[in-house]
Structures are given as structure tokens and as C-alpha cells.
């Protein structure tokens, strides 16, 4: 007989992450052999850039690379990725002490609160959100505050609403622009604001920047790190997830203040023992990618947006027009919660959506769509959902 295994309280207690319960829907109705049109996961459908395959060819035989890596990367890529910051945004930073290495932003994310919350430190979150954020304060024993997205404010956290006890008791605080799941951009405005926060209440800023490359219309996204003050309050994390069609291959980075940067590889150091060189050998060609290789994909994408974009809007939901990302935050129809309204979708029209309460209570009311099929099967989903509201 087996003894009493047991979860910790923090895992207990967690809510249940929802793209796994997804998954057990889904996997029910394929089970039932429906045609199921899956644009709930955010998780790009092409294959990754061919030149980025071969070059990983290469870099696998290299016997240099089977050995343990360097825990905050590879010299090479750290000053790739200062390189890239360099191009993208004219942002300068110093590959020995303000670049990191991370096997995906998630990790950085999550492991982010251990190295600066300490029992009952606050980490304001935003909502909805990435859950990573939340959940990687849980596990540092901190309190998430959830601060509310709202279309009211442009999906930006309402710092005034917040109580100063609460800013005073906060050690770090997400931001994510253009932000998952509501697809918002934000303004440096924006951002100004959030840095006279951070330097009123001494608060560290995470910004998550997974999306910066995947925009519209020839709007280019900013970096937290271009602004006045930035690496004096934090850093930003990064990923080649979603830029590179790369999720699979877990590497990304965190850039900024060497402080917040050091005190995250510190965490790391002592849990992780970094990321298989050949991949960041790799990352090195992908970060050099021809912008016409990604400029293709992103037309693919805008073509795939302006499709749903007027299909939804065409059937009566409503739907904000996303300057960036490859989502679409839409609000249920009167009558509905984000809850039945993506059970109504699996159920009567093979469709599966994320609710928007998944990432946070104040997301109730919506669901997202992520852009990650096809224009016609896109097209089929709207015909199919005009049949069933
Ligand atoms: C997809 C995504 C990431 C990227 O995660 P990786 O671990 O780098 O694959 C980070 N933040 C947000 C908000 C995302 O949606």
C-alpha cells in the first residue's frame, strides 16, 4: 500500500489552470468525432522559419553544446539579444549584467516573486491576465492584487483605484503590453505613469513584452526599457515564442536593471541549470531573422484578424479591433457568461474559445480568440457561431 501522498496547501489551493480543462473538454468532443475549430490557445499554427530549423541542425553537432550551459547564457546570445534591443528600440543595454538568459519568459515570470516577495508581500497583477503572474506570486508566498483591465480605461490598470496601503506593501508589479488576453496597446503616457509609481513606492516593474513583434497596420509596439526611468525600476521579459513561431523551443530573456535582472538569476542558479546551448546558438540566427520573413507572417496574421474582425462585428458581437497581438477579446452575448457562452460554442458549433474568466474575474464577460487557423476555417467558425446566437 502506498503512503498518503499529499499536495501542498499552495498547490491545493491553486485554481485550476484553465487551458488544462480546455484541453479536457476538448479532447471530449473529439473523442465524439466533432470537426472542432480550436482558436482558444495562443499558440502560433505555422511551423517555425525554415533558416532557424537548419541552423539548429548544425548547432545540435556540436559537442560543445551537450555539456551543462552557463546559467545566465551563453556569452554569444546575451549580447545577441543586447544587439536586438539595440536595432529594435535603440535601447542600449550591457550583456554582462542587464541580460538573462530564461527557457521561456514563463519561467522568468514565474520564478520572478522568489527572489523579492517575501510572507504576505503584495504583487500587483494585472486582470485579466497571464495567470503565470498570480500564480508566481502563490508560490512565493505573496498576495496578488489583482489590478481590473477594464474598456473603459483602455485596458489599463487604474492606478488610482488602488489603496496606498497596498502600493506600500507591493515589491513588484506585471505589466504585459500588447497585452494577452485583451489584445490593448498601451501609451509611454502609460507607462510614465506606472514609473512614477514605482519610484513613489520603491515597486519593481516587470514588463512582459512577448508581443511586441506581432502588431498591425505597420504600428510598431514599444519597449518598457525605451523609457526615461525604466532600468532604474525594472526589467522587461521576453521570448521568441510568438515572434519566431519558436513556443515550443523554450528560450526567451529578461533585460533591465541589473539589480532585478541578478536577483532573478540568482533564483535560477539555484534551481535551473539554463538553456541547451544549441538552442541559444539558434536563437542567435533567429534573432537575425529578415524582418520580410516576419513582416509575411505578420500580413498573414492582419489578413486572419480583419476576417474574424468583420465577421464577428457583422453577427452583432462585439469586438475591439487589435492593434497587436493575435488575439481578439470579445464580449458575450447578452444572456451568457464567459463560462457558457465558450461551453455554448464546443457544444452546439465545434468551437473552442477561452473564457475570458479564466484569466481573472474582472475578464467575466468576454472570451478570446486566438488567430490561429486558417481564413477559411476562420470563416467557417463565424458561419458556424452566426448559427447558434
Ligand atoms: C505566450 C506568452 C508568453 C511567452 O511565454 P514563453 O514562455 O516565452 O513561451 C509570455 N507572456 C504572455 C503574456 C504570453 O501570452
Redesign the pocket.
Known amino acids: 500500500m502506498a503512503i498518503n501522498i499529499e499536495l501542498s496547501k499552495r498547490v491545493k489551493d491553486l485554481p485550476p489552470y484553465i487551458f488544462a480543462r480546455i484541453d479536457k473538454i476538448k479532447k471530449n468532443a473529439r473523442d465524439k468525432g466533432a470537426d472542432i475549430i480550436d482558436i482558444g490557445i495562443?499558440?502560433p499554427d505555422m511551423p517555425t522559419p525554415k533558416h532557424i530549423v537548419e541552423a539548429m541542425k548544425v548547432a545540435v553537432e556540436n559537442p560543445e553544446h551537450h555539456r551543462y550551459p552557463s546559467y545566465e547564457g551563453m556569452w554569444s546570445y546575451r549580447v545577441e539579444v543586447a544587439n536586438w534591443y539595440k536595432r529594435r528600440f535603440n535601447v542600449t543595454l550591457d550583456p554582462a549584467t542587464e541580460v538573462l538568459s530564461?527557457?521561456?519568459?514563463?519561467?522568468?515570470?514565474g520564478h520572478l516573486p522568489l527572489a523579492f516577495v517575501d510572507d504576505g508581500d503584495v504583487v500587483l497583477c494585472p486582470s485579466p491576465?497571464?495567470p503565470?503572474y498570480e500564480i508566481g506570486t502563490i508560490f512565493a508566498s505573496g498576495i496578488p492584487y489583482l489590478m481590473p483591465l477594464k474598456d473603459e480605461n483602455s485596458f489599463f490598470p487604474d492606478f488610482a483605484a488602488i489603496p496606498a496601503a497596498v502600493l506600500k506593501r507591493a515589491k513588484i508589479m506585471f505589466l504585459?503590453y500588447p497585452?494577452?488576453?485583451t489584445s490593448a496597446t498601451c501609451t509611454e503616457e502609460d507607462f510614465k505613469r506606472a514609473i512614477e509609481l514605482a519610484f513613489k513606492y520603491n515597486i519593481i516593474i516587470c514588463h512582459?513584452a512577448?508581443?511586441t513583434e506581432m502588431y498591425y497596420d505597420g504600428k510598431r509596439p514599444i519597449s518598457f526599457m525605451e523609457m526615461d526611468g525604466a532600468k532604474e525600476v525594472g526589467l522587461e521579459?521576453?521570448?521568441?515564442?510568438?515572434t519566431y513561431n519558436?513556443?515550443g523551443w523554450?528560450?526567451?530573456f529578461a533585460v533591465g536593471n541589473k539589480d532585478a535582472v541578478g536577483g532573478l538569476g540568482k533564483v535560477k542558479t539555484n534551481l535551473d541549470s539554463g538553456v541547451f546551448q544549441a538552442i541559444q546558438e539558434t536563437a542567435i540566427t533567429a534573432l537575425n531573422t529578415d524582418e520580410a520573413i516576419l513582416e509575411a507572417n505578420r500580413k498573414i496574421y492582419q489578413v486572419r484578424r480583419d476576417a474574424l474582425y468583420d465577421g464577428l462585428s457583422k453577427i452583432g458581437i462585439e469586438v475591439n479591433k487589435p492593434k497587436a497581438?493575435f488575439y481578439m477579446w470579445a464580449k458575450v452575448p447578452a444572456g451568457f457568461t464567459s463560462e457558457s457562452f465558450a461551453m455554448h460554442l464546443i457544444e452546439k458549433a465545434a468551437i473552442i474559445v477561452t473564457p475570458g474568466n479564466g484569466f481573472g474575474v474582472p475578464g467575466e464577460g468576454y472570451i478570446r480568440f486566438a488567430l490561429t487557423v486558417g481564413i477559411e476555417r476562420l470563416q467557417e467558425a463565424i458561419e458556424r457561431i452566426k448559427k447558434v446566437i
Open positions: 495562443g499558440d530564461l527557457i521561456g519568459s514563463k519561467e522568468g515570470i491576465g497571464y503565470v504585459n497585452n494577452n488576453p512582459d512577448a508581443y521579459v521576453h521570448s521568441l515564442s510568438k519558436m513556443t523554450r528560450i526567451g497581438t
